[in-house]
């Protein structure tokens, strides 16, 4: 009991100092993913090795200036992933993650720009201009309805502040479905969102070649971004890991 309430405590506290929106800043007990440098880039991150990869070390997405405050990001554009060539020129962390709370800002430069977020390598948070079905804008992708009500629109960042539970698992069987809660610029878009599957095929990420999808696994994934040909910029991204015990994501 008393370790369940440390825990608590903590997950109380990691809360309570870390900030949503755009511009938040990291709590102590978070990892910084990256910060805008070459550096950090490939120090954190590495192509996703997919059955569709085209691009090979090292990364050849490009920083470049921030388009709207100082500081530096990164262009998911990389040419490998030319014409949506999704999965050719995804990134994803070196590291691999369970649980976890996670702050993402992106900016699209022109219409109909086109990336992803996806948890633990599975499960995308959509990143579309001009998208608003379930496919589009901020989705849990086919789970979830778009809230492009939020969305702050091109040439200007967005943020996602994301509470995230994993599948669990008992003697190797899928018990409790994965679980989010997300803010999408400040504004709570998704409560306790389960997910049934990972979607879009073996291309799409870890566990996407299973039973189509279904056949989810306990293996932990990184943080990953796609690459669809478009000028799709990102910039302060950091994780907080943790164990979240009940089937609560709310934040």
């Not at 610029?185 to 979607?199: E, L, P, R, Y």
């Amino acid at each position: 009991m008393k370790k369940i309430l440390v825990l608590l405590f903590s997950l109380v506290s990691i809360l309570a100092n870390a900030q949503i929106g755009v511009g938040a800043k990291a709590p102590k007990k978070a990892k910084i993913l990256f910060d805008g440098t070459h550096k950090m880039l490939h120090e954190k991150w590495q192509y996703w090795n997919g059955p569709r990869l085209k691009a090979s070390m090292p990364i050849k997405w490009e920083i470049q200036n921030d388009p709207v405050d100082a500081g530096t990001v990164v262009n998911t554009n990389d040419p490998a992933a030319a014409g949506g060539l999704y999965g050719a020129a995804d990134i994803v962390t070196k590291e691999e993650f369970g649980d976890f709370r996670l702050h993402v800002e992106f900016f699209i430069k022109e219409k109909g720009g086109n990336s992803g977020v996806y948890l633990q390598n599975r499960y995308e948070i959509q990143v579309l201009d001009g998208d608003t079905t379930s496919h589009g804008m901020a989705a849990v992708i086919n789970e979830s309805p778009s809230p492009y009500y939020a969305y702050n629109g091109i040439g200007k960042w967005n943020a996602y502040d994301i509470m995230f539970r994993a599948a669990k698992f008992k003697d190797g069987k899928l018990v409790e479905k994965p679980m989010v809660t997300m803010y999408f610029n400040g504004k709570k878009v998704h409560k306790n969102q389960k997910i049934s599957q990972v979607w879009g095929g073996p291309n799409s990420g870890q566990d996407g070649g299973n039973d189509g999808g279904k056949g989810i696994t306990d293996r932990p994934g990184g943080l990953k971004l796609q690459a669809e040909g478009h000028n799709v910029y990102y910039r302060n991204i950091w994780i907080v890991p943790m164990d979240i015990k009940k089937a609560d994501t709310d934040f």
